[in-house]
């Protein structure tokens, strides 16, 4: 009887012996965004390397990031001016969720080499002009409180253009999901302050 479960062990050892491991499983490969992904053999997957920033990933970065500040500005204004504690809240919001964007972003440009401003403020969509700034910093109460909500809709809605942009034109993976994140807060906190807009 022993003898027979040896033999049944040998007889089972050299079937698996000879039998062919699995093929690897098939590796993933992303694309640029808005791309199809490609399937690669496991081979091939150690030469699959996302394309490197693109001049449009790195102008939206930089201008982002100047277009953070300018929000930023505005939101600090609010404590001492602001009579609408609703307004107070919305701008509290608007700097925590911005102060450490703009560090991700600094981030992002030093990991790429892409550290650099962008001078022309001008040419960025939904920009208060100095003008604007002075008369919001003079202000306060009700009319602050105003001010604050139109030009940071204005702002919010130049952000979400300059987002859209880069969706199209960009390359980079991380730069993509920045600007969703743009698009998807943003527009939340416009469709607040549109609708507060009547009560202040």
């Not at 509290?92 to 401003?117: C, H, L």
């Amino acid at each position: 009887m022993r003898s027979g479960v040896v033999g049944l062990v040998v007889v089972f050892a050299l079937i698996t012996g000879c039998t062919s491991e699995p093929d690897a499983a098939p590796v993933i490969a992303p694309d640029t965004p808005g791309g199809s992904a490609q399937t690669l053999a496991p081979s091939d997957a150690s030469r699959a390397v996302p394309p490197p920033p693109n001049d449009a990933d790195k102008l939206y970065v930089a201008m982002m990031i100047v277009h953070h500040e300018q929000a930023l500005a505005m939101t600090r204004f609010a404590p001492d001016r602001a009579q609408n504690e609703t307004v107070k809240g919305l701008a509290d919001r608007i700097r925590y969720s911005q102060e450490p964007e703009i560090g991700a972003m600094k981030q992002w440009q030093r990991t790429f080499n892409a550290v650099g401003g962008h001078e022309d403020h001008g040419s960025m969509p939904g920009m208060a002009t100095q003008d604007q700034l002075n008369a919001l910093g003079a202000t306060r109460g009700k009319d602050f409180d105003r001010m604050f909500l139109e030009l940071m809709i204005k702002h919010h809605e130049g952000a979400i253009k300059m987002a859209t942009d880069v969706k199209g034109a960009g390359v980079n993976v991380q730069v993509e999901e920045m600007a969703d994140d743009v698009i998807a807060v943003q527009t939340d906190e416009i469709n607040r302050m549109k609708a507060l807009l009547p009560a202040v």
